[in-house]
């Protein structure tokens, strides 16, 4: 979808642009970082989403005569700053970390370098975009998780926020692991595959259950799925369904199975089970709705539900039980004349200190398992040899990890070059795939909900000692 999103800014990007116009400073060579603190729900990872939205953006990125009018309008912006923006040129240079990779705090999922202008004005987008999608990813990959390889599809577009908040959270669900979506747009637009079965108002629109379902494996006889608990799902609903799968079966067709949305699931799926089981239908599948998420799932599960699949909706599209994800967006580092100056932001809220300078950031993993071990923020230009190298854990000074046979990867790739872009998103379903081995690389303690095993993200020496003694300067 192409639309000019260029003014979908928080208004102090514009006055701020405007005051570094009016300075002499509007060209100024900065560096900004894009974070993000906290993982959502306690857990011990993120995922990255929401690039290919942020590159679209930036591509499109313009003032057209209507917007100038408009902020010429509000009676502060200078004439000067507004001939800049009709002629308005994105230069920036963009690093960022692809989508689908797992994420931790405080280490930059997307680094820009540019004019000040330029490189302050794109805060918002970006973060609307990277903040959404990522909340929503790791959301599906944590109730993926729980589902333990049963498939998972997206059903929540009605309880999103607005319309955009339903497409880009199905493409966030996907790329989180769900196997699709309902939100036949997202399909359309962005290749995650629509799914879907009937509604209770298809069963009510007949004169009997019985009557309905005949209906339905009339339209859809090779995957006819049928809700089961519009009236009464043991004595009613799973019953006429039986009935409907012999006439299928004896016509040639095999049935696809029944879904339950509502009442006690562990209970309704064993006896649906043995009900299916006895009735000659084995391969009969039982998809399971409402209001789910990673909990509950988990809890069904253990309980001994017998389940194949599930339909997930609010509490994954609005990832209800934390519905922020937090990113941030600092400055680093700025030209000095001679130079990057690496930039701080103190606080007295020690977790909103920022991490100063133009920096790199690499993943190792073990050699002999392919597992991701730490992370390690450097200075730009830093290059890791191969040697031995010790990793602290920066919540924990006390603990440290001497990493000796690893493989080591750059994780930030650059996708604009003065404005040009050099990235070729990949399909929904490349990254998709791409998450799901990126998420093999994590160890399960790491994975687990509840108390996860801290991944380790450290900075190098060269890094550490350049904040240790900017924070020195500042309390002197």
Same mark, same amino acid.
């Given at each position: ?265 562990? $209970?309704? !799926?064993?006896?649906?089970? =043995? +009900?299916? %089981? ?7 599948? @039982?998809?399971? #709705? ?74 190792? $993993?073990? !050699?002999?398992?392919?597992? =991701? +071990?730490? %992370? ?7 290059? @890791?040899?191969? #040697? ?84 020195? %300067?500042?309390?002197?």
């Amino acid at each position: 979808m192409k639309r000019n999103l260029t003014m979908l800014t928080d208004f102090y990007e514009l006055t701020m642009g405007n005051g570094y116009f009016e300075n002499g400073i509007g060209d100024r060579e900065c560096v900004f970082d894009l974070y993000f603190r906290r993982i959502p729900d306690g857990g011990g990872f993120a995922v990255m989403c929401g690039l290919e939205q942020v590159i679209e953006y930036l591509k499109e990125l313009r003032f057209d005569e209507s917007d100038i009018e408009f902020l010429r309008s509000k009676g502060i912006f200078s004439e000067g700053f507004l001939d800049y923006l009709a002629h308005f040129e994105f230069k920036c240079d963009v690093w960022a970390i692809p989508e689908g990779t797992p994420i931790f705090p405080n280490e930059p999922l997307i680094i820009v370098k540019g004019p000040a202008i330029q490189a302050q004005f794109v805060e918002t987008m970006l973060l609307l975009c990277i903040n959404h999608q990522s909340l929503i990813a790791t959301k599906a990959a944590r109730i993926c998780k729980a589902a333990d390889g049963r498939p998972v599809m997206e059903f929540g577009s009605r309880r999103a926020q607005g319309g955009d908040g339903a497409m880009y959270g199905a493409r966030a669900s996907y790329i989180g692991g769900c196997s699709g979506t309902a939100c036949t747009i997202s399909d359309k637009l962005m290749g995650t595959p629509a799914l879907g079965t009937m509604a209770h108002s298809w069963v009510q629109m007949f004169d009997t259950e019985l009557d309905a379902f005949r209906a339905y494996a009339k339209c859809y006889p090779d995957s006819c799925m049928l809700l089961v608990d519009t009236y009464n799902v043991l004595h009613s609903g799973i019953p006429n369904a039986i009935t409907v799968f012999k006439e299928l079966a004896a016509a040639g067709h095999e049935p696809a199975g029944i879904r339950i949305d509502s009442g006690d699931i562990t $209970y309704l !799926s064993k006896r649906a089970r =043995a +009900m299916l %089981d006895e009735a000659g239908f084995p391969k009969a599948k @039982i998809c399971i #709705s409402n209001s789910l998420d990673e909990y509950i799932i988990e809890d069904i599960l253990r309980q001994g539900a017998c389940i194949d699949s599930f339909g997930v909706g609010e509490r994954l599209i609005t990832s209800r039980s934390e519905p922020v994800f937090g990113g941030v967006y600092k400055l680093v580092a700025a030209d000095s004349g001679k130079g990057l100056v690496p930039k701080i932001k103190l606080s007295e809220n020690v977790a909103k200190i920022t991490t100063p300078g133009f920096k790199d950031l690499y993943r190792f $993993y073990d !050699s002999a398992t392919g597992k =991701a +071990m730490a %992370d390690l923020l450097t200075v730009k230009g830093e290059e @890791i040899d191969g #040697s031995p190298y010790t990793i602290f854990d920066p919540e924990h000074p006390y603990k440290k990890k001497t990493l000796t046979d690893y493989a080591v990867r750059r994780l930030l790739v650059q996708v604009f070059d003065k404005g040009k872009c050099l990235y070729e998103s990949p399909s929904a379903g490349e990254i998709r795939a791409y998450c799901s081995e990126q998420l093999a690389t994590l160890w399960d303690e790491v994975k687990r909900f509840e108390n996860p095993h801290s991944y380790y993200v450290d900075m190098s020496k060269q890094l550490w000692d350049i904040k240790q003694a900017m924070l020195n %300067d500042a309390s002197e």
